[in-house]
């Protein structure tokens, strides 16, 4: 299992969320993004089309970046490259 934590610094729209979820569909590996409180914390399916639209993930948002699998470390590190795209910046 390799994760990946860092804070998104604009609002994710449908149409980034949804180009993240057709390219994630290419790996094999379970790919995972959480965020949200302890106390309402959500999870999503990357390659759900469906999860991934009815997502919001507003500016600020910390998002963890789990993947799991034969290919996790490519899927980690080629999603994670999607997601710096939309401009975003690492943990601290």
Known sequence: M??????????????????IANEASRFASDIRVSFGPDTNRREVDVKSLLGMMLTIIPANTEICLTTRGKDELEALEYVQSLFEQIIIAPSM
């Open 2 to 19: 390799r994760v990946h934590q860092f804070t998104v610094q604009s609002n994710l729209d449908r149409a980034h969320l949804l180009r």
